[in-house]
């Protein structure tokens, strides 16, 4: 299939190159060129402008910042709706807000143009491995035609509902994954705090009933203090704008969400935008000072 | 063995019977005569005081509500301590205040008397099917001697430290799994509050990175709005007393678990303090209302 791509950033410079390696005729922009030097080595073709990549695509696929990047590469003059033949699809991955999501599709289909909205769940490991969950909103017999595509790039593929709803789907992911990453750390905090080897306890709990990935992964990076690895909290914090602005627009209370954004605030002016999420321990810590060496 | 036992509730009774089958030689005593009468029939031998239980036992094994019910079965005049020889052992499996556990052990060892705090998570299904995860704090040659009983009950033996650091794993756990219940209801409340079926939203999240037992569990109750199977509220937010005495005493942080409280208290006055703490997804539905029903 004639595929466009833009998003080379960590996820998406692996899940361009598995498209590449499925066997489709992948071509590329991005906003700096040098980003694409290594796949346009491995065979993509290069386009001058979003409206270039998306005159030649049969399907374009982007996976960028968020809804105002998206707006932007959609919008602007040189444009995907500006090369955009009908009959052509728009599947964007980026994590944005489900009213823009619905609002392109909107656009889109008076113009005989498909779009489905498909976050993903899985961070760069996810997308290297091509194991990412897929949260797909849009229609489904676009998503049945899309399947291969998909296949290529994740390993759970699910139809949430109209455009949008695969958006909701992550802002829920984000809320429950951040919210179970601030209570693993306050438990490990408040074990810490009494003299408790935090090693031993998160061992304990896991495979209990208090067991996720969470704890399994991050709660592992909380006990040896090593937050380099996993996904940049700067990129959790700009969802839970997102959720609470949902939460407003739609009047819906979400008290624990919005205790989490005040502790991903924290993280932010504590300068640790570029450490994993579970670094939300050391906020805990930085207010009640705790000493975490264990024994195991 | 000879083995006392007391607290014979839902779960105290699948552990009594779980030894009985073992091959022990168990002993109750109950507050109200009658709890103890199924045990009897199947070869329990019935003690008129804890303090006879205690002089005729090597172990007395209690399950019972919380602190001042543990210290009342240990210190009055007819209670445990009053009967126990040296060298017996009391393992209290019932969640109290890591202080509490610490006291106890501390009287226990002037006289020679064995103690672990041991509580347990898994809830009565855990306690009928013998898979407990139990946390255990005291002695390691304690344990390792009590082992096999420890093995008639549950499934997961994790020694996590000194006195009272069984205890400290159990708050820990509450915390985190309480948390992601109420994590899990506002996610679900902001999907119904966007108009999307939660039943494909949960599917969607379980096995990713927001994938835990609570989603799976609890998530399900809350899809299907019935709350009248699982544990009781009621415990969960006598267990967010504990926790919250433990952060007042110890000067921790914990922003997210004093929300999670409030969100308990909430269910409480609700009139929610015998359904499952599922139902925490009913405190923001009588907030907002939504329709949660769904088409799957």
Known sequence: MKIGFIGLGDMGQSMARHLIGAGHDLAVWARREASAAALVTEGAAWCASPAELAARSELVITMVGGSADVEDLVLRSDGLLAGFAAGAVHVD???????????LAAGYAERGIGWLDAPVSG???GALEATLAIMVGG???TLARLQPVFEVLGSRIVHIGESGAGQVAKACNQMIMV????????????????????????????????????????????????????????LHHKDFALIMAEAHALGAPLPIAAAVGQQLNALMARGGARQDTAALITVLDAMAPQDRRTTE
């Open 93 to 103: 991955m980026s994590t944005i807000a489900p009213a823009t999501a619905r609002q």
């Open 123 to 125: 961070g760069p490991k």
């Open 139 to 141: 229609e489904a017999t």
């Open 179 to 234: 919210a179970a990453i601030e209570a693993s750390a306050e438990a490990l905090h408040l074990a810490a705090a009494n003299g408790v080897d935090v090693a031993k306890v998160r061992t304990a709990l896991m495979g209990g009933s208090a067991g996720s990935r969470v704890l399994e992964v991050m709660g592992e990076r909380m006990v040896s203090g090593d937050f380099d690895k996993g996904v940049d909290a700067r």
